[in-house]
C-alpha cells in the first residue's frame, strides 16, 4: 500500500486498459467501464484520472490515427506502463490475500 | 445545434489546449453515436453534461488544483445542508438570481457583440476612414464616401500616413455570377473593388491560395468560402478558376478567404482588383470608400487640422467639404453618415440595453439581499445557540456570506449553462450570427468568477452582519424587530423604482417603434412588385414594348421604370434648383427622382395641385417637372400656371415647368425629415435600376410567372428576379424590430424578478408580524381589515417609488425620443400603466400572503408565548 495506493476509480480505469490491450482510449475505456460495472463515467472524470494516472507513471499514452466517427480528431490510446502493472498486481494481491484471510462466519 | 457543439469545443481548445484534440475527440464520437440513437437534440444535451463534467479537467489544466480549499469545505457543507433543508428559500432566491443572470449574460452578449465591431483586425486603432462633409448652412450633407483621388493625395502629403485602400462597392446593386463551369449565373451581394493594399490593411482569414498580394494584378479576384463552395464546390477547387460578373468581366481567383465576422461594418464576398479595366485618373475620379493606416504614434487630430489648407488647394468653390479622418471602430457604432455601406447600430439602442441589463442584475442582486435578510430572520435562533455555544462572530459571518457565495455560484452557473442553451434562440432574435470565440475565455471567467463572489459578498454582507450582530440574551428574550426597517425599504423601493422605469420606458420605446412603423409613409407598398432592372440592358432599350407587353395581362396595373426605391438613398441623386426668376441667393437644394410615367399611380401617391406626368403632352419627358409640397413650400410656389424653375448645372441647366406638387412621402427614411424632392420624367433609361410593377394580388401565381416569360424573352441571360416592397420596407426597420423583441422579454423577465422578491419580502415582513396580527384577531380586528393594514404598507412603498422615478424616466425618454425625426409625445397614461404593472402583481402576491396570515387561529400562534 502507501504510496502507491491506487483509488477504486483509477484501479478500475487501469483494470479496463489492461482489458482493452490495444484498443484503449477514452470512449472505449468509457465502454468497458460501463458493461462491466454498469456505472458510467463522465469523460471528464475519465479524462482527470488518465491525467492523474499518467503524471504518477502508471500508464503511458500515445496519438494514434484520426477516424471519421470523432470528426477527423485523433484517438489518443493509453497502455500500462510496467509500474502500472506492478503496481495494479500488488493491488491485487493485498486484497487476495487479505479475502483469504477474512474469518468466515460459523 | 452543431453550432453549439463547435462552441463548446472552442471553449475547450482556448482554456485547455494540450488536451483539447483528445477530448474533443471523445466528445465528438459520443455525439454522433448519441444522434444516431436518440437523435440530434438527446446527443446534444448529452453533450452538454459531459462537457459540463470536464469543468474540473479545465480547471486543473489551469493550474487550481495547487489551490487547496480544505478550510472550507465543511463550511461548504454546511451551507449546502442549510440551503436543501429550505427548498423554498433556495429556489425562490436561486430562480430570481438564474433568470436575472441569464438575462443580463445575453444582453451582454449582445452589447459585446455591438461593442466590437472592426476590432478583429490588426491595426484597427491606427485605420480611419477618409469622409468627406459636405454639411453648410443649408444642409446636412454628411457622407461616407469621397472620390479616389483624396486617400492617394494625403499619403503622398503627410508623413504620419502609411498606406490606403479604396474600396468600390456596386452600389446596392447586385451582381450576376457566372463562372467557367456553371453558366447559369446567380445574383450576388457584397462584390466589391479594391485596392491591392486591401489584404495588407485589413485581415482577412486566409484558406487557400496567395495570402501576399492577391489582388495586385488586374482581373484577379478573392473570394469567400462561400462563394468559392456555391460555386466551385469546395475551397481548394476554387483558385485558378474564372468568375464572370454580369456577362462582362473575367475575373481569376487567386485567393480564398473566411466568411468575414460578423462585426465588420462591411461584408465582402468577393474583391476585385480595382486596376481591372481602369485607368488611374478614372480611379480618381470614382466615389468610393477611403481608408488610411497610420503610422504608429500619429494623431489623427492633427491631420484634420491640417486638411482644410489641402482641400482649398483643391477645391475652387464657396462651400468648402470638411475632410476628416473617422476612426475605424467608431464607425459601426458612432457614425451617422450618409452612403453607409450596410446600415449602422444604434448608440442609444446599445445604451437602453446596457441600462437593462445593469437594472435586472440589480433587481435580482436586491432580490437576493431581501431574501436572505427575511431568512436570516427566520434563523436568529440557530446563531443564537451558536454565540452561546462560542462561535465568532467572523466564523458566522464566513458562514453566511458562504452561503450566498454558494448560492450565487450556483446561480450563475445555471445562467452560464442556460444561456449557452439559449445562444441559438438568442442569435436568432437577434437576427445576426454572433462569434462567440472571443467570449469565453480565460479571463472572461475570471471576471465571472470575481462576480460570484462580489455579489454573493455584496447580497450576503448585510444580512449576515445583521443577523450576527444580535445579542443572543435579545434573540431569546424577545421576538425579533425583522431588521432596520428602513435598509430594507429603501432596497424595495429601489427594486420597484428600476420596474417602473424599466416598464414606462419600453412601453415608450415600444410605442415610439410602433409609431415609426406603422407611420403613414405615404406610399401604399402593398400588392407593389419591385424589380430590379440592373445591367437589363434589352429591357432598358426597349422598355416601352416591355411595358405595353406586360400592361396587357390583367392582373397587372400599373408600371413605371425608377431610379432608386423610396429609402435606397444611396441611388438618389442631388441637385439644384430656383424659380425661374429668382436669384442664386435662393438656391434650393433637392433630391431626385428619376422616373417614369405612371409612377405616382404605382406608387400610390397623391398629387395635391395640378396633374401627374401624361403621354398626351409632348414636353412631358423634357420639360416638366413634379415637386414635392415642401420644395414647394421653401420655393414659395402657389400658382401652377405660371410657375418655372431653373435647375442648375448638375441638373442640366434646364428651364422646367412644375406641372404638379405631390403630397409629401417619406423617400427616404423615417430616421430622417422629408426633404424638398424633385420627380424627373426623363425618356433615358441609362439611370433606371428599379422597374415598380401594382399587381392585382387574385391570381398572384399568373400574374408572377407572366412577368417572368415577358423578362425571359427579353433577357434570356438573366435570371428573374423580384420581390414586394412592403416586405422592402419591413426589412429596412429589423434592427428597430429586434430591439422591440428584446426590450420586450427582458421587461417581463425583470417584473417577475421584482414579484418574486416582493414575495420573498411579504413573506418576512408579514411573519414578523404574526403576533400583532394574531393579537388584533383576538380584539375584534376582521380579515378584510388585517387585509388593509398589511397591504398598505407596500401599496405606500410602490407610491413612493413611482414619484421618484417618473421624473427620471421623463426625462431620460424625452431625451431618447429627441433622436427621432418623427416621434411620439410621452403620454401620462405610459405612467399610470406602468404603476398599475407594478401594483396588480405586487398586490396579488401580498394580499396572498396577508390572508395566509390573517386567517391563522390566533390560537395556534400566540399559545407559544
Partial sequence: ?106 | MERLKRLLFRIIEKLAPEIAENVKGDLEELYQRASESKGKLGATVLLVIEFITCFKLILNHNGFNKIKLTPFTTDVKMSWRVLVKNPSYSVVSLLGLTLGLTASLMIFIYVHNELNYDRHHQKANRIYRLVYDLTDRSENLPWAIITGKWAPMITDQYSEVENFVRITPTWGSKSLIKTNQINTGFYEEGFMWADSTFTSIFDLEWLVGDRENPIAKPNSIIINEEIAVKYFGGVDNAIGNVINRDNETDYIVTAVFKNMPSTSHFHAQMIASIMTGTTEEERDKFWNYSYVVLKDGAKPDHLNKLFPKLVSQHIDSATLPRLYLQPLTSIYLDSQLMYEFEPVGNKSTVRIFIGVGFFILFIACINFINLSTAYGAKRTKEIGIKKVLGAHRFSLLKQLVLESALITMIGIGFAVVLSILLFPYTEALIGKQLDLSHLYTLNNIAILLGFVFLIGFLSGAYPALYVSSHKPVNIFAKASSGGRPFIRKALSVIQFMMSIALIAGSITVYKQLQYFQSKDTGIQPEQVLVVPLDYAQNIKKDHHGFKAELEQHSGIKSISLMSSLPGELIRMWVGDIRLLHGTDEDKLRVKIFDSDYDFIETLGLQIVKGRDYSRDYATDTTRAVLINETAAKALGITNLDTTSIYTYSNLQNKELKVIGIVKDFHFASLHNIIEPLVIYNRAETDNKTKMVVRIDTKDLYNTLSYIEETWGSYEPDRTFESYFLDAYFQSKYTKEQTAMKLLIIFTFLAIFIACLGLFGLATYVLQNRQKEVSVRKVLGASVGQLWLLLTREFVWLILISFFLVSPLVYYLMENWLSDFAYRIDIDPLIFLFSILIVLVPALFSVSFKSMEIAKVNPKDVLSGD
Fill in chain 1, 1 to 106: 500500500m502507501g504510496k502507491n495506493y491506487l483509488g477504486e476509480f483509477e484501479e478500475l480505469i487501469m483494470l479496463a486498459i489492461g482489458v482493452l490491450g490495444d484498443n484503449a482510449y477514452g470512449v472505449s475505456i468509457k465502454d468497458e467501464m460501463q458493461t462491466r460495472t454498469k456505472k458510467k463515467p463522465s469523460i471528464g472524470a475519465l479524462h482527470t484520472a488518465l491525467q492523474r494516472l499518467e503524471n504518477k507513471g502508471l500508464v503511458e499514452s500515445w496519438e494514434g490515427g484520426a477516424t471519421n466517427e470523432r470528426g477527423g480528431r485523433k484517438k489518443r490510446f493509453y497502455k500500462l506502463t510496467i509500474f502500472g502493472l506492478k503496481s495494479l498486481t500488488q493491488a491485487h494481491e493485498t486484497r487476495n490475500e487479505m479475502f483469504s484471510l477474512i474469518v468466515k462466519p460459523a
